[in-house]
């Protein structure tokens, strides 16, 4: 046992140590903050509001426990000039990879927008569908990109972890109503393009605006998100061709149009993106 040991430097056993209490916590809170906030009854706002409550106490106890204690240990401090032009890269990238996909169909007459007979038009509503929504991004970002995969990457290396780690938020999303193959197959590649955007960062601003961005573009575009149904327009897309291509219930992320999109978003984050110093 003692020359097993030895064969640890402190370096490692002390990233053992922290990634290893950060996904206890991430464990932890993944069970314990949807039961706590279940009486919300609201079931995109439990799972939103969840997972950033959990991201959190993971990011903040590891954080203040045995780093600097700044937000940039687990990828979120600011930097003028690099952060705010990360983000809007990231919203337009996101809500514009979504809007283009829908625009594409329309024009192809592949989908129509149609009115849901009897649905209420909740426009009002919309300001706190955004909050709930960023409060899901941001929550995602920091449990799935926050400090343990920063951590597993600096030691295990990037292809080592962004794989894994892609992997991991596909599955996190199997449970999600009309979930198929191709929705985790899609979500999956989501997963490692958003690590990609960290690594090609350094920093969460870009990965959050991607997620942020798409996310809130579907209210707007009457499709589902991840398999929940918003309907706060009072209309939704109707799609003229097979769920192969306009993803079911589980919405744009489970159709071949999200497969080309992301795609091209890889392109764009290495042809168009500066990559950090």
Not at 47 to 54: C, G
Not at 200 to 222: C, D, E, S, V, Y
Not at 223 to 232: I, K
Not at 262 to 270: D, P, Q
Request: hydrophobic share 55%.
């Amino acid at each position: 046992m003692k020359d097993a040991l030895a064969k640890f430097n402190p370096d490692q056993l002390r990233f053992l140590v922290r990634v290893s209490v950060f996904v206890a916590l991430a464990l932890t809170g993944r069970l314990v903050f949807p039961l706590l906030l279940d009486p919300l009854g609201n079931l995109l706002m439990v799972s939103a509001l969840s997972t950033f409550m959990t991201a959190a106490v993971a990011n903040l106890v590891v954080v203040r426990g045995w780093e600097n204690g700044k937000a940039a240990d687990c990828g979120m401090g600011w930097l003028a000039g690099s952060s705010g032009r990360e983000l809007v890269y990231g919203l337009v990238g996101g809500a514009g990879g979504a809007a283009l996909i829908v625009g594409i169909a329309l024009a192809l007459r592949m989908a129509t927008f149609e009115v849901v007979p009897g649905a209420e038009r909740l426009w009002a509503n919309i300001p706190f569908l955004l909050v709930v929504l960023m409060f899901g991004a941001v929550g995602e970002e920091l449990l799935f990109h926050g400090y343990g995969f920063q951590s597993l990457a600096r030691n295990l290396g990037a292809f080592a972890t962004v794989l894994p780690v892609g992997v991991l938020f596909g599955l996190a999303h199997n449970g999600n109503q009309g979930v198929t193959g191709l929705a985790i197959f899609n979500t999956i590649a989501w997963g490692v393009l958003l690590g990609c955007s960290y690594l090609r960062t350094q920093a969460l601003w870009l990965p959050i605006g991607l997620h942020f961005g798409w996310n809130a573009a579907m209210p707007f575009l009457g499709v589902n998100l991840s398999g929940f149904t918003m309907g706060m327009t009072g209309y939704t897309l109707r799609w003229n061709i097979g769920d192969a291509w306009g993803g079911g219930a589980y919405g744009l992320e489970g159709g071949l149009f999200t497969t080309l999109a992301v795609a091209a978003l890889f392109v764009l984050l290495y042809r168009v993106v500066p990559a950090r110093d």
